[in-house]
């Protein structure tokens, strides 16, 4: 999460990288990145400006480190959804409800790493890289079980993840008045049925 020499090795250091992250996504999710600043972060978080430059060397470096914890927060709350499901197809219906409750509650999520862009383009792309990845990967092993149909992992995996992420942006940070489960529901009837007319 951090630098590799100021990686926490303790418990205590892992909390106090943990309180500096969740109030990192706070100020730069209320403020944005150039308006942000290491003062009010470590006053969010609790902590001396001391111990903000013991874990991190910089705003870039907090930021960063903000950006690859949060895409890890999102695998780790979405998978386990997949994982849990009874196939593949069932898992994305799960996955993507997951994903919306999730942003609904991570709202700063959509800002920060839309201003990686910008600010760390290198870690904006490896977001979405690392993510592309996983699922492309995941939905070649769903084809050898015969969970869905053959065809381009790479391209799939883009099409479902853009589609995702619009669907979070709509549905989980401009608008909560619909159900997750109905919004993916919707959307699942598109992956599994496609856009074709039913003969």
Known sequence: MAAADKTPRTARGQRTVRIILDAAA???????????SIARIAQRA?????????????????????????????????????????????GERAGLAAFLD????????YRIIDESAFVAE???????VSVAEGYATSLAQAFGKGEVSDGDWQVRAWAIMGM???????FGVWDETRSTADIAAAAHALISDGLAPRR
């Open 164 to 170: 995702n992420v619009f669907l979070g942006l709509k």
């Open 46 to 90: 609790g902590v001396a400006i001391g111990s903000f430059y013991t874990w991190f060397d910089s705003k870039e470096a907090v930021f960063r480190a903000l950006v690859a914890d949060m895409s890890r927060q999102v695998r780790e709350h979405v998978v386990p959804h997949i994982l849990a499901a009874p196939d593949r197809l069932s």
């Open 122 to 128: 290198d870690a904006y792309r490896a977001h979405y």
């Open 102 to 109: 999730f942003v609904r509650t991570h709202k700063a999520l």
């Open 26 to 36: 706070a100020e730069f999710g209320e403020r944005g990145y150039h308006d942000g």
